[in-house]
């Protein structure tokens, strides 16, 4: 990532312009051509810098009020294959291996589950033990209550 | 929120194509016209359905640094802490979850610098010890949820 894809970024991080030609109006502001907005952001997006150019809905809005950060306990030394088997069920949006806190937090692996209702939610988290299995030595499911803040990534002193 | 607006929320999650007239195409993809989609969407984000559209950064791909963080607050301080770890611009998701850790939030800074000295900065501010939790490993990332 250069500094004219750092300008780029501060640019579209809070959002791409709702105009017919966004890519044109961002090229206008950078002082750059189209052509080359559009490259750099295609050789963002593959090189991964960009996961996506997408819409990022509020969960609440759709429906999805049980939103729970489930956190477990499983061994070191297998977390990575339980892990990768873990993001791979279909309801699961997030899944990390994140270090301990000991003694107050045990647990190294976390999976973001979405339910419309509770039992749905329920459902989700006992699959989750049920692959997991023995390797589960103990787990917790935080529950969000309210979203505080969600404004995405800004970076740059402007930002705000 | 009706249907189409449920159709343009499902399409808008999966990407969106880098052309001259982007919306103009995935309009024509819906039966709609461009002008319909800019307003139906602008409404979307107005109404706070959509919290963002557009380009997904990958902070720490950039150079930048990013982490999970969380905090015990009192529940008598609790709207008090909320608002100081809000005023940093560095928070980028903020959440309240049911935990003695009860505040959650979501870092990301343009070094890893800046990332310990916003974290010395909030246990400073709120009096309160900051649980760093970085990810050690990505196993999966799908921000899909079918509207």
Same mark, same amino acid.
């Given at each position: 990532?250069?500094?004219?894809?750092?300008?780029?970024?501060?640019?579209?991080?809070?959002?791409?312009?709702?105009?017919?030609?966004?890519?044109?109006?961002?090229?206008?502001?950078?002082?750059?051509?189209?052509?080359?907005?559009?490259?750099?952001?295609?050789?963002?997006?593959?090189?991964?810098?960009?996961?996506?150019?997408?819409?990022?809905?509020?969960?609440?809005?759709?429906?999805?009020?049980?939103?729970?950060?489930?956190?477990?306990?499983?061994?070191?030394?297998?977390?990575?294959?339980?892990?990768?088997?873990?993001?791979?069920?279909?309801?699961?949006?997030?899944?990390?291996?994140?270090?301990?806190?000991?003694?107050?937090?045990?647990?190294?692996?976390?999976?973001?589950?979405?339910?419309?209702?509770?039992?749905?939610?329920?459902?989700?988290?006992?699959?989750?033990?049920?692959?997991?299995?023995?390797?589960?030595?103990?787990?917790?499911?935080?529950?969000?209550?309210?979203?505080?803040?969600?404004?995405?990534?800004?970076?740059?002193?402007?930002?705000? | 929120?009706?249907?189409?607006?449920?159709?343009?929320?499902?399409?808008?999650?999966?990407?969106?194509?880098?052309?001259?007239?982007?919306?103009?195409?995935?309009?024509?993809?819906?039966?709609?016209?461009?002008?319909?989609?800019?307003?139906?969407?602008?409404?979307?984000?107005?109404?706070?359905?959509?919290?963002?559209?557009?380009?997904?950064? !990958?902070?720490?791909?950039?150079?930048?640094?990013?982490?999970?963080?969380?905090?015990?607050?009192?529940?008598?301080?609790?709207?008090?802490?909320?608002?100081?770890?809000?005023?940093?611009?560095?928070?980028?998701?903020?959440?309240?979850?049911?935990?003695?850790?009860?505040?959650?939030?979501?870092?990301?800074?343009?070094?890893?610098?800046?990332?310990?000295?916003?974290?010395?900065?909030?246990?400073?501010?709120?009096?309160?010890?900051?649980? !760093?939790?970085?990810?050690?490993?990505?196993?999966?990332?799908?921000?899909?949820?079918?509207?």
């Amino acid at each position: 990532m250069d500094d004219t894809d750092r300008r780029l970024m501060r640019a579209s991080q809070a959002g791409l312009p709702l105009t017919p030609e966004p890519y044109q109006t961002l090229a206008e502001q950078l002082c750059l051509s189209k052509d080359e907005v559009m490259q750099r952001l295609t050789a963002m997006q593959e090189q991964g810098l960009i996961r996506r150019i997408a819409a990022v809905p509020n969960h609440y809005r759709l429906g999805y009020r049980f939103n729970g950060m489930t956190v477990w306990e499983v061994p070191d030394e297998r977390i990575d294959e339980l892990g990768l088997k873990v993001g791979q069920l279909p309801f699961v949006s997030h899944c990390y291996h994140r270090p301990r806190h000991l003694p107050e937090w045990p647990y190294n692996l976390f999976a973001m589950v979405h339910g419309k209702t509770q039992a749905e939610a329920e459902a989700q988290i006992r699959q989750i033990a049920d692959l997991l299995g023995a390797h589960n030595r103990g787990h917790d499911v935080l529950y969000s209550t309210k979203i505080l803040k969600k404004t995405g990534f800004r970076s740059g002193q402007s930002a705000g | 929120m009706d249907d189409l607006d449920r159709r343009i929320i499902n399409t808008l999650q999966k990407g969106f194509p880098i052309c001259d007239a982007p919306y103009r195409r995935v309009a024509a993809s819906l039966n709609l016209t461009e002008t319909e989609l800019l307003a139906r969407l602008q409404n979307l984000l107005d109404d706070g359905t959509l919290t963002r559209f557009g380009p997904l950064y !990958n902070a720490e791909q950039g150079g930048g640094a990013l982490t999970l963080a969380a905090v015990k607050a009192p529940a008598e301080r609790l709207d008090e802490i909320a608002e100081i770890i809000n005023a940093f611009p560095e928070v980028a998701h903020h959440y309240a979850r049911n935990h003695a850790l009860n505040l959650w939030f979501v870092l990301a800074t343009e070094t890893p610098e800046q990332l310990a000295k916003t974290l010395a900065a909030i246990a400073q501010q709120t009096g309160l010890t900051v649980y !760093n939790l970085p990810k050690l490993k990505e196993y999966f990332v799908n921000l899909h949820l079918e509207a």
